[in-house]
C-alpha cells in the first residue's frame, strides 16, 4: 500500500498542478469577458443580448462581417470587431458611444457619400447594437 502511494505521488500531484493552473487560466478569461461585457455596458446603455436579432432583422451581417453572428460575413463594409479600440467612426466621428448609435441609425449625417444606407433601424435598438459591438 505505501509503496503504490510512493510510486503515484508524483503523477497525481502533477495533475492536481495541472488542474489548479487550468482552472486559474479560466477563471481569468471568464472574468476578463465578464468585464468588458459590463464596460460595454456602462458605455453605450444598452442590452447587448438583444442584438444579435436587431442585426439579423436589419441585414447588417450580410454587409459586415461581425463577431458572434452566425452566417455574420459581410465583406462591403469593413468587419466590426474591436470596435471599442477604434478612434474614429466611419473614418469621420469620434469613436463615442452617441456617435456609434447616431451612425448606425443615420450614416449619411457624418459621411453623405457613405456606401452605408440608413437601415430604419431605431436610436433604441442602436443602442443595444453599439453596446453588442463594444463588448466584442
Ligand atoms: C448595404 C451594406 C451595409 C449595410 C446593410 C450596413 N452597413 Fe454598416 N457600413 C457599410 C459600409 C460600406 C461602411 C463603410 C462606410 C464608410 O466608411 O463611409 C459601413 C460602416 C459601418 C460602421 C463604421 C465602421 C468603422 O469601421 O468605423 C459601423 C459601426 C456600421 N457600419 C454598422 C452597421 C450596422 C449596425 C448595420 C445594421 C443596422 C449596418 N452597418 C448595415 C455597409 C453597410
Not at 503515484?8 to 500531484?13: G, T
Not at 451581417?61 to 463577431?67: N, Q, R
Not at 463615442?96 to 457613405?114: D, K
Request: proline share 6%; charged share 15%; hydrophobic share 40%.
Amino acid at each position: 500500500m505505501r509503496s503504490s502511494l510512493h510510486r503515484y505521488r508524483w503523477p497525481l500531484l502533477c495533475t492536481a498542478v495541472l488542474v489548479s493552473a487550468l482552472t486559474a487560466g479560466a477563471v481569468v478569461v471568464w472574468k476578463d469577458q465578464q468585464q468588458s461585457h459590463s464596460v460595454a455596458i456602462t458605455m453605450a446603455g444598452g442590452d447587448p443580448a438583444r442584438a444579435p436579432d436587431i442585426i439579423r432583422r436589419y441585414g447588417c451581417a450580410g454587409c459586415h462581417t461581425i463577431p458572434g453572428i452566425p452566417g455574420g460575413d459581410g465583406k462591403v463594409g469593413g468587419a466590426l470587431s474591436n470596435l471599442k479600440g477604434r478612434v474614429y467612426v466611419g473614418g469621420v466621428a469620434t469613436n463615442t458611444a452617441e456617435n456609434l448609435i447616431a451612425w448606425i441609425v443615420s450614416p449619411q449625417t457624418f459621411s453623405p457619400r457613405s456606401a452605408m444606407p440608413a437601415t430604419g433601424i431605431s436610436e433604441a435598438e442602436a443602442r443595444d447594437v453599439a453596446t453588442y459591438l463594444y463588448a466584442q
